[in-house]
């Protein structure tokens, strides 16, 4: 129905940058919030930044604010997520997720999931 596409990821030093894309196909869904999650092994997936799809709104978690900074572009249908000042502690499988979120940070409240990409920031 959905299906939503990651791209983008790969691996950097500390310190550096890197921006994911996530390519969104099939229904239509403008009254969605679009998110991206992370996890790391042997850890639970966290929430990591969404922004409403219709109004543009963003919220982030504290870990990433002021360095990440999630966006969107309507006629590609693509959201993205600049990570900048990236940390040994961003190295995570990073996921992008869309549905009618009550409560953004959840992962129980996403229907559609991409299949990830992976982001390595060495030391």
């Known amino acids: 129905q959905v299906q939503l596409v990651e791209s983008g990821g790969g691996l950097v030093q500390a310190g550096g940058s890197l921006r994911l894309s996530c390519a969104a196909s099939?229904?239509?869904?403008?009254?969605?919030?679009m998110a991206w999650f992370r996890q790391a092994p042997g850890k639970e997936r966290e929430f990591v930044a969404a922004?409403?799809?219709?109004?543009?709104?963003?919220y982030y978690a504290d870990s990433v604010k002021g360095r990440f900074t999630i966006s969107r572009d309507n006629a590609k249908n693509t959201v993205y997520l600049q990570m900048n000042s990236l940390k040994p502690e961003d190295t995570a499988v990073y996921y992008c997720?869309?549905?009618?979120?009550?409560?953004?940070?959840?992962?129980?409240?996403?229907?559609?999931w991409g299949q990830g990409t992976q982001v390595t920031v060495s030391s």
């Open positions: 922004i409403s799809w219709s109004s543009g709104n963003t």
């Open positions: 099939g229904r239509t869904f403008s009254s969605y919030v």
């Open positions: 997720a869309a549905g009618v979120a009550w409560s953004y940070a959840r992962t129980s409240q996403y229907a559609f």
